[in-house]
């Protein structure tokens, strides 16, 4: 029993495996509803977060009901209370029927890879494989099972009617006052103000979208990333040669789903990364995405020149038949470009780039993953896995931004989608990494024209290097304005990046960094209903409601232990000022008494202002309008 | 004694008063350097960031090595370690000789403002009161002693040189790989290549810029305010009913410019904020603001009614003698502003602009701080304190961005610019807030307008107000945009915002953030040297200098602390290779086997590939390249 080994079994010692409570305890205040689709077994998740009444003295005289707030929930089953989880079994197949609905898929008699065949039947592993006995399914010969392929054929999905629900998020029961939105500025989307499953299709045949979800994963809950839909967030998590167990992995999953992030990327590069990952993909909920020639290189011992065609292939298979979501594939790194990279500050710093990089200058020779493009989409659309086509030569310090070698990769990386789109398999582009604020534009505007509008997918970008220690700013900041200029997907980056491997708090810190920055820039370019969740936590905030702008934001549990850091005391919570005030200075107090002031009168402010009602001025000095409610 | 005395004596019970130790030990690596002007008592001084050298295999064959890089130092003398501190003494008053010099100023025979007097000869403050033998100074009758008054007579004051010298952190020094930068994109800014003390001069007396210094704060270290200078961060401090003491106050200062803080304001609001203010300036290297009708307000017993002229004016010139370098003066919330909050989702939210709109009401009357702005600039100009002229109207939610309140304000500080600045009287102009993204730039582009491009100064902006706990980071997004755009200052906001008081590990992380978004915003309008910093730091990332990428970081003990959690000893940080990645996927390490390649070849890569010569390729392979160095 290796060290994986031990901790995995310690860990499911119980009656169930269950992963921390913290993890999967619902949020205050919040409870999972589902709302049901044209068909019974279309069940759309949502987090539901109830408020308290808004007290008489802010409203018209009584107390009002501040109805629920809907918010989109990626966390899974793990926060439903009905549900009871044990990792061993990993989650329900929602999606099983749908698939077997459509009758083009097979089920195989194994994993048909060389590789998924070996580790299935090695003793040495029983102890820490996942106990699956369902079967990976196949298309059928000669038959496409990608959405695109079925979106392209006019067919909507019971995905794509999931997603527009999802997308929705119910908010037509919302007040008029809480939809209230700016105009936003959308730099040429096509955002409608209803997603329709029809839409959803319409997107995703044209290319603008992709919905990541392998035949082999139906755990899933059905997402898009595409830019006339919400903007979404990546979640990296992934054991290296130095650290972190099986356990370790699955549960880092959990917890960024729980934060919010919308897909989850296994960049394990260790030892039985098969194993984890099986583990990992069993138990999400969220779409999957790996970086295949990581485990293509751990199975010729790390020796990029001993990579072949070959070995990648039979990878490729090994995963789409675990259920791998979507490939980062750096299929536009070309020999060519390899030397524009040697003037640069910092060279290549994707660890896929210069993989390839040193596969290619060491036989001389056209990247194998370029050359064997179409292969690849073979594969792809007979388990619906999407492209990521990763960007290799991007960026690893200001210094290099927007360059040549970068400029020339994207370039290629259109002519790649437009291969993956000729097989009609989702694809969507990996961008930079580190651009000052004002180069960050020329990224989005040439990803759209070179990719013919597929989603964009960044990590970052960083606009400085100046803060190690506090990269999940220095991104977020570039994530936030690419978010609104049009980036479908944000690759989060943790307070750790470029020192060491995040550890729960650092996963749940760069989410929430993350979904900050995805969220400003839905509320940027106007996406319809952005704006209800800010609205409702303003509302709260003026009027005193502290539990429920706790409950509102992000993260329920740091404003309220921030809050308590300084009043902990529960009547605090019903004060009607706060710390940074003290009672007699709160400037919302003063609105509010200018507010019943008006509304004791019967008359708007604007209306005793503009008769000049000087008397009534008087009075309101003579009541001398003390209504701080003593704590 | 009181509690706040109390404390303060528990503190100075030692031989000197002596400040934690961490707040004021120099940096690894940094030493404080000055670099004298055209008089020896003009000594700006810096911290100098030494390097070590480039390991050979990095190198042409050879050690390489790496000068120092200077950066601006905000934390004064208190890094200097052949500088004793004692906070019971002050810092040296290093500008006062420059003062004297002008003989336009006079000694009074003590504070002139009633309040002063009081607090000055009230025997139960004995104990709390800064020793200050020094007599106030006023500018002669008729004399007007403004940065501004002098520029515009065309003098170059030392003030201006020092800061000329400051701006420009003696970049020529570096190599020309480390100069080159990208071309900023400025939107209309005039940002020279080299700073001199003309230019100094010339923004000043256009308006374009300020040197907040009142001329009873001879302790400080000039400094500017200016959208064609380095971008600046300001930080809030300031006890509140609730909370806090004396010297906390005092190490809270300390510690903010330590992190980069470039002003610090002082909102404090409790008892006893003349002899808190008195500590805090006589400690201070950096300008000091307040808000003043915070402490009139408490000279009514909270009462905004009761607030009167004669009372205002009295705390103007109580702290204008104390050395106050800017006020916040909301003299923009005009009467007639007020009833188009009425709408708000939360209404009024600057302090300062409630009290006043409750005045107004109260009162029906025009603003007293409005119709009595000659009066103020008459106190202004006689001991040179700049305007911060306040926005009281600001939006407190996304919901009420850019409304009409807002802007009706913004044009009224328009006017009062030009009153300011007919009396020679520096002023720069408050901003929001809570901003979407996409209407930020209307902040700056009609704050330009009305305001004839005086000094923005904003808080935040806040992009989105769903994230209470991190509105350092929502607010850091905004923040960076807007300097960008041209804000000149960036008021900081903490993890804390809207929930409580900072902390100390609050204020260093809300000031590194706001470092982080004016230094993007620098990079972005293309400020001369400005990306010096990060390619010394992308160069040490590249070369697997460790240490030198922690101590040219804004936050070395944060990164070297995070790095350490993953690979404490010691050796890792000479490692080639880092804890992300394990030691056979460092994809710098690959980049770099490019490149050592080519070398020895004798050959660029570029060469090497166009030539086609193949077999170069073959010996590359049977090298192995193997040259990592284990730990």
Same mark, same amino acid.
């Given at each position: 029993?290796?060290?994986?080994?031990?901790?995995?079994?310690?860990?499911?010692?119980?009656?169930?495996?269950?992963?921390?409570?913290?993890?999967?305890?619902?949020?205050?205040?919040?409870?999972?509803?589902?709302?049901?689709?044209?068909?019974?077994?279309?069940?759309?998740?949502?987090?539901?977060?109830?408020?308290?009444?808004?007290?008489?003295?802010?409203?018209?005289?009584?107390?009002?009901?501040?109805?629920? &707030?809907?918010?989109? #929930?990626?966390?899974?089953?793990?926060?439903?209370?009905?549900?009871?989880?044990?990792?061993?079994?990993?989650?329900?197949?929602?999606?099983?029927?749908? !698939?077997?609905?459509? /009758?083009?898929?097979?089920?195989?008699?194994?994993?048909?890879?060389?590789?998924?065949?070996?580790?299935?039947?090695?003793?040495?592993?029983?102890?820490?494989?996942?106990?699956?006995?369902?079967?990976?399914?196949?298309?059928?010969?000669?038959?496409?099972?990608?959405?695109?392929?079925?979106? $392209?054929?006019?067919?909507?999905?019971?995905?794509?009617?999931?997603?527009?629900?999802?997308?929705?998020?119910?908010?037509?029961?919302?007040?008029?006052?809480?939809?209230?939105?700016?105009?936003?500025?959308?730099?040429?989307?096509?955002?409608?103000?209803? !997603?329709?499953?029809?839409?959803?299709?319409?997107?995703?045949?044209?290319?603008?979208?992709?919905?990541?979800?392998?035949?082999?994963?139906?755990?899933?809950?059905?997402?898009?990333?595409?830019? /006339?839909?919400?903007?979404?967030?990546?979640?990296?998590?992934?054991?290296?040669?130095?650290?972190?167990?099986?356990?370790?992995? &699955?549960?880092?999953?959990?917890?960024?789903?729980?934060?919010?992030? #919308?897909?989850?990327?296994?960049?394990?590069?260790?030892?039985?990364?098969?194993?984890?990952?099986?583990?990992?993909?069993?138990?999400?909920?969220?779409?999957?995405?790996?970086?295949?020639?990581?485990?293509?290189?751990?199975?010729?011992?790390?020796?990029?020149?001993?990579?072949?065609?070959?070995?990648?292939?039979? =990878?490729?298979?090994?995963?789409?038949?675990?259920?791998?979501?979507?490939?980062?594939?750096?299929?536009?790194?070309?020999?060519?470009?390899?030397?524009?990279?040697?003037? $640069?500050?910092?060279?290549?710093?994707?660890?896929?780039?210069?993989?390839?990089?040193?596969? %290619?200058?060491?036989?001389?020779?056209?990247?194998?993953?370029?050359?064997?493009?179409?292969?690849?989409?073979?594969?792809?659309?007979?388990?619906?896995?999407?492209?990521?086509?990763?960007?290799?030569?991007?960026?690893?310090?200001?210094?290099?931004? /927007?360059?040549?070698?970068?400029?020339?990769?994207?370039?290629?990386?259109?002519?790649?989608?437009?291969?993956?789109?000729?097989?009609?398999?989702? %694809?969507?582009?990996?961008?930079?990494?580190?651009?000052?604020?004002?180069?960050?534009?020329?990224?989005?505007?040439?990803?759209?024209?070179?990719?013919?509008?597929?989603?964009?997918?960044?990590?970052?970008?960083?606009?400085?290097?100046?803060?190690?220690?506090?990269?999940?700013? =220095?991104?977020?900041?570039?994530?936030?304005?690419?978010?609104?200029?049009?980036?479908?997907?944000?690759?989060?980056?943790?307070?750790?990046?470029?020192?060491?491997?995040?550890?729960?708090?650092?996963?749940?810190?760069?989410?929430?960094?993350?979904?900050?920055?995805?969220?400003?820039?839905?509320?940027?370019?106007?996406?319809?209903?952005?704006?209800? $969740?800010?609205?409702?936590?303003?509302?709260?905030?003026?009027?005193? $409601?502290?539990?429920?702008?706790?409950?509102?934001?992000?993260?329920?549990?740091?404003?309220?232990?921030?809050?308590?850091?300084?009043?902990?005391?529960?009547?605090?919570?019903?004060?009607?000022?706060?710390?940074?005030?003290?009672?007699?200075? %709160?400037?919302?107090?003063?609105?509010?008494?200018?507010?019943?002031?008006?509304?004791?009168?019967?008359?708007?402010?604007?209306?005793?202002?503009?008769?000049?009602?000087?008397?009534?001025?008087?009075?309101?000095?003579?009541?001398?309008?003390?209504?701080?409610?003593?704590?």
């Amino acid at each position: 029993m290796n060290t994986i080994d031990k901790n995995l079994h310690a860990k499911f010692d119980g009656e169930t495996a269950e992963i921390d409570a913290g993890t999967t305890q619902p949020f205050a205040k919040s409870r999972k509803v589902y709302i049901e689709g044209s068909r019974p077994d279309i069940r759309v998740p949502f987090r539901e977060i109830s408020l308290s009444d808004t007290p008489s003295m802010f409203g018209a005289g009584k107390d009002e009901k501040n109805p629920p &707030v809907m918010v989109y #929930d990626t966390s899974g089953p793990y926060t439903d209370p009905t549900i009871s989880i044990d990792i061993r079994n990993g989650l329900p197949a929602m999606r099983a029927k749908w !698939i077997e609905e459509r /009758n083009d898929t097979e089920q195989l008699d194994g994993p048909s890879s060389e590789f998924g065949q070996q580790r299935k039947t090695d003793p040495a592993l029983t102890a820490m494989r996942f106990n699956l006995t369902r079967k990976p399914r196949r298309a059928k010969a000669g038959m496409n099972v990608s959405q695109m392929h079925y979106a $392209r054929k006019g067919i909507i999905t019971p995905e794509m009617e999931y997603i527009a629900i999802r997308e929705n998020q119910r908010r037509e029961n919302m007040s008029e006052l809480l939809q209230t939105q700016h105009k936003g500025h959308d730099f040429g989307a096509s955002i409608p103000k209803v !997603i329709t499953p029809e839409f959803v299709r319409s997107e995703v045949a044209l290319g603008r979208a992709i919905i990541p979800l392998n035949i082999n994963h139906p755990e899933i809950e059905p997402m898009i990333i595409g830019r /006339n839909f919400l903007v979404k967030i990546n979640a990296n998590i992934g054991n290296s040669a130095l650290g972190s167990s099986i356990t370790e992995e &699955v549960e880092k999953m959990v917890w960024g789903t729980r934060w919010g992030g #919308d897909t989850v990327m296994d960049l394990s590069t260790g030892k039985n990364i098969h194993e984890t990952r099986e583990w990992i993909i069993r138990n999400s909920p969220v779409p999957i995405g790996t970086v295949p020639i990581y485990q293509a290189l751990e199975k010729v011992n790390g020796k990029a020149e001993e990579l072949t065609w070959e070995i990648f292939r039979d =990878t490729l298979i090994e995963q789409a038949e675990q259920g791998v979501d979507y490939f980062t594939i750096h299929a536009g790194v070309r020999l060519a470009y390899i030397p524009m990279t040697a003037k $640069r500050m910092t060279g290549i710093v994707s660890r896929g780039g210069s993989i390839m990089a040193k596969w %290619c200058l060491a036989h001389h020779k056209e990247s194998f993953l370029y050359e064997h493009f179409e292969d690849i989409c073979e594969i792809m659309k007979a388990y619906d896995v999407s492209f990521s086509l990763g960007d290799g030569l991007r960026p690893g310090s200001i210094y290099d931004a /927007n360059d040549e070698a970068q400029f020339a990769e994207l370039k290629t990386l259109g002519e790649l989608t437009q291969i993956a789109w000729k097989h009609d398999v989702q %694809c969507m582009i990996e961008g930079p990494g580190h651009v000052p604020m004002h180069l960050i534009k020329e990224n989005m505007e040439l990803q759209l024209e070179h990719c013919g509008e597929a989603p964009f997918y960044t990590l970052g970008p960083l606009t400085t290097d100046i803060a190690p220690g506090y990269d999940h700013i =220095t991104s977020g900041i570039g994530a936030a304005m690419i978010g609104w200029y049009g980036c479908a997907m944000l690759c989060y980056v943790t307070p750790k990046e470029h020192l060491g491997l995040p550890d729960k708090e650092d996963v749940r810190v760069g989410i929430i960094t993350y979904k900050i920055a995805a969220h400003a820039a839905d509320l940027a370019k106007g996406h319809p209903g952005a704006q209800i $969740r800010d609205n409702a936590l303003s509302k709260a905030r003026f009027e005193f $409601r502290w539990e429920d702008q706790f409950n509102l934001g992000l993260d329920p549990e740091k404003a309220k232990e921030f809050h308590d850091e300084t009043l902990p005391q529960e009547g605090a919570k019903q004060a009607h000022f706060c710390s940074m005030c003290g009672p007699h200075f %709160c400037s919302m107090k003063i609105s509010q008494d200018v507010r019943d002031y008006a509304a004791e009168q019967g008359v708007s402010e604007q209306e005793a202002l503009q008769k000049g009602m000087q008397e009534k001025a008087i009075e309101f000095v003579k009541k001398g309008s003390e209504v701080y409610q003593k704590v």
